[in-house]
């Protein structure tokens, strides 16, 4: 699960201890120094996204496949990955941890553009996103 080099150090966390929020937010951020640059997603679209308004690049859709790749959330077919998301679960904040299970449950099958693995991914976060937009924590 954690084959990356860059998410060693986060994984031994995670592992070890759970995330508590400001290491959530520091997993955020990680995802977001990496994928930005990656995709070229402009700071425009991630900010609409994180306000609401989905309608952007696709560029910015494949920042989302970015983010849920890196965190081993879709599957090769393009589709949401529920049990490597269930396992994960787990680890993340007590705080978080019952509506992002509401919201995966509520998702998990909403990737339908499953040719194109920006726009799946992108399906699967706006779902994500109007499912609890003020508790939103892709990044
Ligand atoms: C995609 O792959 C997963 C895991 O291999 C499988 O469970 C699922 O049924 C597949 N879905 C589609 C639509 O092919």
Known sequence: MCKMKFVLLLCMVLYVT???????????????????????????????????????????????????????????????????????????????????KVCMDQCQDKAVTLNDKCAAAYELSKCMYFCNPEKYFLP
Request: proline share 2%.
């Open 18 to 100: 759970g995330l508590n929020e400001k290491q959530m937010k520091a997993a955020v951020k990680l995802a977001r120094n990496m994928c930005q640059p990656k995709t070229k997603a402009s700071n425009e679209d991630i900010e609409k996204m994180h306000s609401g308004d989905w309608n952007v690049d696709h560029s910015a859709m494949c920042y989302m496949f970015c983010a849920l790749n890196m965190y081993k959330l879709m599957h090769k077919n393009n589709t949401f990955n529920y049990e490597s998301a269930m396992t994960q679960l787990a680890q993340l904040p007590d705080s978080y941890r019952s509506f992002v």
